[in-house]
């Protein structure tokens, strides 16, 4: 990669790196260079997106509790949304791999997704902390207005809440399925560690259990 072509990807993220080499190195795949490529900034700039972002999803959703938080997080960070960031700083027009000598290279998204990462990683250390949080917070912050409170349902709830007590799941049973075939009623039950079962109906097995954990959730004071 050319001189010209560092300093135009340093005016799209609107950075100039103290050391272009890391820079370098974060738009480099392992198929170009297999010793000095993008893999360690991934990793680094991994952890820096997940610590940013957990922090700030604290600080606008305090009230939220760690199950939700968790779901949140995972949305913001997860390859779509780094492919998502990276298409917007145009990092496959920059990235750097081993079948650049074909006349139409098409950068897999995965590594689109990796190298935003990496990128990260590589701001951090050429910039720090501080630097590296408004730089994360910019990028994502429409991203965080629109990440609305994610409604749990009440199965998903009891999993973790059982996971989290006993890191066991919860017991389902069908007690029975009566009515007609166009009409049934399923009638269920659910318990976890240290509950007796809690029996609910529903039209079909899912609504049933749905109903169940709702119920066996309110039993202890969880909703």
């Known amino acids: 990669m050319n001189i010209k072509s560092i300093d135009k990807l340093q005016e799209i993220l609107k950075i100039k790196f103290k050391n272009r080499d890391l820079l ?3 738009i480099t795949h392992k198929s170009f260079d297999n010793e000095r490529n993008y893999e360690k900034l991934e990793f680094l700039g991994d ?3 997940g610590l940013v972002l957990s922090l700030k999803l604290i600080e606008l959703y305090s009230d939220q509790k760690v199950g939700i938080l968790d779901k949140k997080l995972a949305s913001l960070v997860n390859r779509n949304k780094c492919l998502e960031v990276g298409k917007i700083l145009k990092l496959d027009e920059f990235i750097l791999t081993g079948n650049l000598n074909k006349k139409t290279t098409k950068i897999e998204n995965k590594i689109i997704s990796d190298s935003c990462e990496s990128i990260i990683g590589a701001i951090y250390l050429d910039k720090g902390y501080d630097f590296t949080k408004k730089f994360i917070l ?5 991203f965080l207005k629109v990440s609305n409170v994610t ?3 009440p199965k998903t709830k009891l999993q973790e809440l059982s996971l ?3 890191k066991k799941l919860p017991i389902y049973k069908v007690v ?3 009515g007609p075939k166009h009409k ?3 009638k269920v039950g659910v318990k976890i560690e240290n509950t007796k079962f809690i029996f609910a109906y529903g039209s079909s097995k899912k609504h049933a259990q749905q109903r169940a954990a709702k119920m066996l959730l309110k039993s202890l004071n969880q909703i």
């Open 164 to 166: 989290k007590q006993s």
């Open 47 to 49: 952890r820096v997106l």
């Open 184 to 186: 049934p009623n399923f």
């Open 151 to 153: 409604i749990v349902d």
């Open 176 to 178: 029975s399925n009566t």
């Open 138 to 142: 910019n990028l994502w912050n429409d």
């Open 24 to 26: 370098l190195n974060a």
